[in-house]
């Protein structure tokens, strides 16, 4: 299992999603139903990317920058 940090370019902006799967294609798969349960409305998905990918040990964690402003 690994631990998939994605970002997407959305309708509503720019996202950060941490995933936890088996592999590429189940983090794809899975990612829309994510973004679309956290907005009332489900925004139209640009582009999503992998960044980075780690497989899930105790530990593993990503670190999410946000912008100041």
């Known amino acids: 299992m690994y631990l998939f940090k994605i970002e ?7 996202l950060t ?10 983090a794809f798969e899975e990612i829309e139903q994510h973004v679309e349960r956290h907005f009332l ?3 139209k998905l640009n582009e999503v990317a992998i960044v980075e990918k ?10 999410i920058e946000t912008r100041k402003g």
């Open 8 to 14: 997407v370019d959305s309708s509503e902006g720019a």
């Open 17 to 26: 999603v941490i995933l936890a799967a088996e592999n590429e294609e189940q």
């Open 41 to 43: 409305y489900p925004p």
């Open 54 to 63: 780690k497989r899930i040990t105790l530990g593993a964690a990503y670190v």
